[in-house]
């Protein structure tokens, strides 16, 4: 079975195409795909998305609220999947599409609004957004970022290719064909016999 792991800004704009071509993709693959999007954050992601929204690279202030935006929202993507994993997917998109697509603010207000329309516990996950725990099992998908040196949003990483035996990593893909044919095995040559480093064909596609 192939695992797959969508590294994601859980507010950053262009994450949001990337896991619906995942989910494409799992429904045409069923069985033979498990994923999971996790959220991660760094200097660059906010950078990114500081350049995503015309944003002044050089506002300081600008710059530690987006972070603590995005900080936020990643916990509270955390919490919402400590109450499934699919109210937890539910709750990201949802709240995504309020923000990228009716052009709403993040706020707590619009968490809230999202956490019940995705018929999550409310009390339980007002308690797990703030909570310890929380933050700690963040830190821990930061850490398994590092290890499979993601660096920036959205950072696809797949292991269990049929013929690759290490793991592959694909970052600024906005194509659902080239993650299937990559998924399919159609880009194993590619991997195999091409230097990474000279890639030129697929500049953002490497094996761990």
């Not at 959205?154 to 990559?182: A, F, H, K, R």
């Amino acid at each position: 079975m192939l695992e797959l792991y969508l590294f994601i800004n859980p507010i950053g704009t262009s994450c949001f195409n990337s896991e619906q071509n995942i989910l494409r993709l799992a429904e045409v693959l069923k069985d033979q795909l498990k994923f999971r999007f996790i959220p991660f954050i760094n200097l660059e992601t906010i950078s990114s998305m500081m350049v995503e929204n015309s944003l002044p690279l050089n506002n300081l202030n600008l710059r530690n609220r987006l972070f603590q935006k995005a900080y936020q929202a990643s916990l509270d993507y955390k919490a919402a999947l400590f109450q499934g994993k699919k109210r937890g997917r539910e709750f990201l998109l949802n709240l995504q599409q309020e923000i990228f697509e009716n052009n709403i603010s993040y706020c707590d207000q619009l968490v809230q609004q999202i956490a019940i329309t995705s018929h999550l516990d409310w009390e339980m996950f007002t308690n797990d957004r703030r909570s310890n725990f929380t933050a700690n099992s963040f830190r821990q998908d930061l850490q398994m970022a590092a290890e499979m040196k993601v660096h920036s949003y959205p950072t696809i990483v797949i292991y269990n290719l049929e013929g690759i035996d290490c793991g592959v990593s694909l970052t600024e893909c906005n194509s659902y064909q080239l993650l299937e044919d990559l998924c399919n095995g159609n880009l194993n040559d590619l991997l195999i016999n091409q230097d990474n480093s000279k890639n030129q064909n697929i500049p953002h596609l490497h094996t761990l």
